[in-house]
């Protein structure tokens, strides 16, 4: 059976033309654009409960918005530092200090994982080529716990004594209060962020571009990222910003949104407290298995651009506590039946995106592993193996699968009054669909025929049988 080359993309760029994704450089700069505003609308909906344009109106935003100051929009709207007639020192000042604070977040955990005790592992082979492998420092984990004790034990003690829900005045509450201009800040520094890597991507030889940001087009170069591994010395900006600063924000925002809901109901809801565990056990478990990163597409194939950084700074922290936000002032009142059924659900779909994400990784790191002596493979001419028994050889992507159906519990917890928790659920499975289709054809290149004998082995993708 003879096997398709793959040939790199540079290499083949005069014979063909380059094969754009995400709609190309239109598709590109308006999901650059689109994106951000999504980003602060559903701050909005999840403040009030409900699906509302009331803010492009003349009438303003919310007005019952309990918490204060304004919502970014009236900020926007009443001389804000972006309006001409700017004379709020209020907005400056905030704003300001939203900035001061998101910068100090990010420099907080650059110090983290630059001093803390850390293994050093080395990464997929770069671009294949088995001589070069990157050091990665692994700490995630203990930054994530150093992290937490510090933010609960830096101000006032927390009371370790008091009910578990007197918390201490401490400023969680205050990241609640400015969740909507921090996520706007944070959007504006990741746009500034990833504008200085795209341009530190064109200085020097030493730069290893991905396959797929080299188009030449500076909008969609400047979406989907042109360098592989953007480094300073041994710090990776990539797989630093995809596991620290975004996923370890979106646990403090969740706990800030629990103490907001305590200040205004006097206790904290179970589906809060489901929220909270849900999430904070999705973190912890990318922090603990950090090192399982290195073998994912993001790190080995994808570069690194807007779409990356701002995902990882502002689109997860900031969307992904959208249940968090909303169980604020919306308590759906769920029964401990209905509660134990949606963490039954949640067990299931952890069991299946655990099982089936650590069955690869470890087969990846170890193929002889003799735990793992009982799976069935498929040799491929590229040299490495493709599991075809055990979790990958019941589908594809049963990991996506695992993954989507934590994703339904976490909306779920929010009862069914609104549609505005479902965010999640729905852009979730565009998601995944998405990547499939791209991690696919990714295969396909780097398999040829025999990813189209593995597709053979194992022909369903998400649900065995079905799909
Ligand atoms: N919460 C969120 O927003 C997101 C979560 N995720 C989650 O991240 C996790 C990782 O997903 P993702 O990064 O997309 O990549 P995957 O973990 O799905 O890995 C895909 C790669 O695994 C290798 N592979 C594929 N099939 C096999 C096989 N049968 N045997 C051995 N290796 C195989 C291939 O790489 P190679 O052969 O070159 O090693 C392929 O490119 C998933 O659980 C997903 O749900 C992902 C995106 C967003
Ligand atoms: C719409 C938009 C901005 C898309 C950007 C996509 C990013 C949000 C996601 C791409 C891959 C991700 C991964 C995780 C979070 C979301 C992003 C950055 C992840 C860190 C979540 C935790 C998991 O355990 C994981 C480590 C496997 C996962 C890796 C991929």
Redesign the pocket.
Known sequence: MTVATAVPRQQNRAAAAFEYEFGGPIGATLTTLALPLVVLVLAHWSDVGRVDFAFLSASLGDTTNSHDPKPFWQIIRQNSVLCPRCNDSDSVSLLLRCALGVVAWFLFQVLLERFLPCELVQGSPVKGDAKNRLTYRINGHLAFWVTLLLVHAAWPVWDANAALYQFTTAPLATLYKYYTELAFVTILLSAMASTGLYLDSFRGQHKILADGGDSGNVLYDFFIGRELNPRIGTFDWKEFCELRPGLIGWVLLNIACAKQQYSVLGYVTGSMILVNVFHGIYVWDALYQERAIL????I?TDGFGFMLLFGDLAWVPFTYSLQARYLVKHDPNLSAVALAGIVALHILGYLI?RGA?GQ?DA??RNPTDPALSHLTFLQTKRG?K???SGW?GMA??I??TG?WIMGLTWCMVCGFDSAVPYFYAVY?FI??VH?SIR?DH??SV?YGDDWET?KSIVPHRFVPGVV
Do not use: A, G, S, V
């Open positions: 073998t994912t597409m993001d080995t995106f994400n690869k087969f990846r490495t493709l599991l075809t990958w594809r992507k990991n996506y993954d979730f998601l995944l990547r991690d990714m295969c780097k593995y």
